[in-house]
């Protein structure tokens, strides 16, 4: 009991104290913080970089349908045995155990200008869709788009196969007598009751858009070309550690945290209107 | 005779719903699950042919076998050491992981006390806040601790961020212990502590084997806050070693690959052995 609450309160909740307290001040980390109130908060407003960063975190954002829809199908095939299903089950999620860092170096390897994969398109007469893949924002951020939706699928299949197990069978039985096709199974008796795993799969694959990108941004591009592939976590990493700018950072993490909380909150929210 | 026969229930397995036409559908799947062994085949590929195979041709089967590359990586890049401290790190996080969450759990479950329930809200209300946004403070603490570049620094903070999330999954895990089981230990004598060692523990071996899966993954593979807080070779982790093999060695593609499958093989092991509890765990955080 007490060891818990000492380490919670020392590494989470006095943290998330500090930051709270930080962001309103300019503090490089070692002198004392001096109070600038809502200063940051007005020059955060105003940075077109911040925007940038944002607007690349909603572009990985665009992986939340995606995840919400395909991994349920698969999910589903897999939730009616078709034959191999355990095999699938548990090569699905492998995608997830690799070191995010692990992904993050492959990818730039495969993808580099004389890489495996510009080779391999060359060898089979498509040389013509040769390209320098993480030379410019346009093809990166698709590629690291598909990376992202890649490496947590398993682990959305897994959630829904979770769901899918707690239903009662006699409802698919009776469908099925009924004489509905797999499809209409599927979306009018499974989908209805997985709306507590369709608020987790929604909550999860969002923050994860907003706030778990930082190893795949470093490992790929290191932000760039330039700045045009920064996202929110990156910029919070630059602006303390490169620029001792900790207060701002301070600043940058609450407002991403509560963007956080805000669609997560709306997200649960519309789920439950659709209910009733 | 007979009519007792067909009285007698027949142990009835349920038979799933299968589907009319698999066939389409398990390409489909097989498709997805050769995505996801591809990275493996490609460092396996790539880390057992020489620098010259891989300067010849990128793709396909190595026309030579070698480990050398594993050699230059484990002895000229101290993925050996890296590897250690991977090792070190991660065993602690569990470890201690272990007894604050079982202890916390067993707290939140079975013993009543004031602000129970207020503490139990407490400790979760975390487990919505994304750890690293929270990287400008915890590095700042570090340092004023005096842990940072230690083995400490992580360890205990692997073991803090998650701790919401385990210490729910064994109060969950508790709560469905019956209570007459304590009742009775208590009517025979047994103190809180009795109790939780001879009772609680020896019961909650699956839950524990959920516990330890989800922090090997998380422990072994995480990477900012050992990015941050990890600065010597003496003690840094994989994750954040093998990146050096990509800058020290611009061309050695070989003992990088080797260095990534070093660093993944020991996670995949892991999770082919206890995959049946990290289902498990996330069963239980789905659907409960």
Known sequence: MVPALVLVVMFVGYPFASIVYHAFTRWDGIAPAQWVGFHNFEVLWHDPLF????????????????????????????HRRVPGWRFFRSTIFLPAVYATVVIGIITATVLQLNGPLNQALGSVGLGWL????????????????????????????LLYLAGMSAIDPTLEEAARIDGASWLRILFSV????????????????????????????????????????YVSEFYIYQQAFTNQNMGYAAAIGV????????IGIFQIRILTRERE | MTTVETVTPVPQRR???????????????????????????????TAF??????????????T?????????????????????????????TVALTVVCATLAGYGFSKLRWRLRGATYLFVLAWIAIPPLLLMVPIYVEMVQLGLLDTYGAVIFLYTALNLPFNVYLMTAFFRSVPDELIESARVDGAGIHRIFFRILVPLSKPALA?????????????????????????????TVGVLQLQGRFTTDYPALMAGLLITSLPVIVAYLVFQRHLVRGIVAGAVK
């Open chain 2, 64 to 92: 030579t076998f070698s480990f050398a590359a594993f050699a230059r990586a484990w002895n000229d890049a101290n993925i050996g050491t890296y590897f250690r401290n991977s090792a070190i790190v991660t065993s602690s």
């Open chain 2, 49 to 62: 042919r020489t620098q010259a195979d891989w300067d010849e041709s990128r793709i396909g089967l190595p």
């Open chain 1, 51 to 78: 925007r940038r960063s944002l607007r690349n975190n909603a572009i990985f954002a665009l992986s939340v349908p995606i995840q919400v829809v395909l991994p349920l199908l698969v999910a589903y095939v897999i």
């Open chain 2, 15 to 45: 038979r799933r719903l299968r589907m009319r036409h698999p066939w389409p559908f398990v390409g489909g799947l097989a498709l997805l699950c050769i995505a996801g062994v591809l990275p493996l085949l490609f460092m396996a590929a």
């Open chain 1, 190 to 229: 499974i989908t209805p009751n997985l709306r507590r795993v369709l608020e987790i799969v929604l909550v999860v694959n969002t923050i994860t858009a907003f706030a778990f990108m930082f190893a795949y941004i470093y490992t790929i591009t290191n932000g760039g070309p330039g700045t045009d592939t």
């Open chain 1, 130 to 157: 040769k390209h320098e893949w993480l030379g410019s924002a346009s093809t990166s951020l698709p590629v690291i788009l598909v990376v992202l939706v890649w490496t947590n699928f398993g682990y959305n299949v």
């Open chain 2, 210 to 238: 959920t516990l330890v899966i989800f922090n090997i993954l998380w422990a072994w593979n995480e990477f900012l806050f050992a990015l941050l807080m990890l600065q010597s070779d003496s003690v840094k982790t994989l």
């Open chain 1, 255 to 262: 407002t991403l945290v509560l963007i956080v909380l805000v």
